[in-house]
């Protein structure tokens, strides 16, 4: 059980907007973590979507999107593709255990 | 281009040892830290360790405190993970990854190899 809450899976159809979100405590996002989201596509090697919150790697395309509010944070992503459909992480850092914690994933079907 | 590339997975009975070597290329491997993370089959991401670019800072998880060990040799720009008393649980895919800026426990990692499987087995 990860102290970083994500929902296990969300959905949407093609074009339209979903957001994944990644809740914590006080002891992580809340303390004012980073909080970093990965894309995995079955199989693949994870994939660094945004950094910082809200940062983009160069080649993540805008339509992926990072924020952060409290003890939660939340990725957007808009006009959703096919190939959108994977699984995503959040990534951030506990206090408390003194340790870098993944969200336990979640995964994007693109209907 | 920024490269990691483990070795030394494979198939170990419980109770067993085994060392993972991550070898990085392309950037300049003493200036950052690192970082291990693995993925039990149909599992999440969990991540391991953490060193720091001088080896100054380790952090590791709970679940490998008093198992595994991570090393780096920035001579030979080498990281390690020493796994020893080696449980079923502990079978996965085992990834090195690089923190992007630099030493910050709470950094991104920007760069993953393509991992290594460990099987932990009689």
């Known amino acids: 059980q990860s102290v970083l809450t994500q929902p296990p899976s969300v959905s949407g159809a093609p074009g339209q907007r979903i957001t994944i979100t990644c809740t914590g405590s006080?002891?992580?996002?809340?303390?004012?973590?980073?909080v970093h989201w990965y894309q995995q596509v079955s199989g693949a090697v994870p994939k660094l979507l945004i950094y910082?919150?809200?940062n983009r790697p160069s080649g993540v395309p805008d339509r992926f999107s990072g924020s952060k509010s409290g003890t939660s944070a939340s990725l957007v992503i808009t006009g959703l593709q096919a190939d959108d459909e994977s699984d995503y992480y959040c990534?951030?850092?506990?206090?408390?255990?003194?340790?870098?914690?993944f969200g336990g994933g979640t995964k994007l079907t693109v209907l | 281009e920024a490269q990691l590339l483990e070795s030394g997975g494979g198939l170990v009975q419980p109770g067993g040892s085994l060392r993972l070597s991550c070898a990085a290329s392309?950037?300049?491997?003493?200036?950052?830290?690192m970082n291990w993370v693995r993925q039990a089959p149909g599992k999440g991401l969990e991540w391991l360790s953490y060193?720091?670019?001088?080896?100054?800072?380790?952090f590791q998880a709970d679940s490998v405190k008093d198992r595994f060990t991570v090393s780096r040799d920035n001579a030979k720009n080498l990281l390690f993970l020493q796994m020893s008393g080696l449980r079923a649980e502990d079978t996965a895919r085992y990834y090195c990854?690089?923190?992007?800026?630099?030493?910050?426990?709470?950094?991104?990692?920007?760069?993953w190899g393509q991992g290594t499987f460990v099987t932990v087995s009689s």
């Open positions: 392309g950037f300049t491997f003493r200036s950052y830290s």
């Open positions: 060193i720091s670019s001088t080896s100054r800072a380790i």
């Open positions: 990854a690089k923190d992007i800026f630099g030493d910050y426990p709470n950094d991104a990692f920007d760069v």
């Open positions: 006080s002891s992580n996002i809340g303390a004012g973590y980073d």
């Open positions: 910082g919150n809200r």
């Open positions: 990534l951030s850092y506990d206090r408390t255990l003194s340790a870098s914690v």
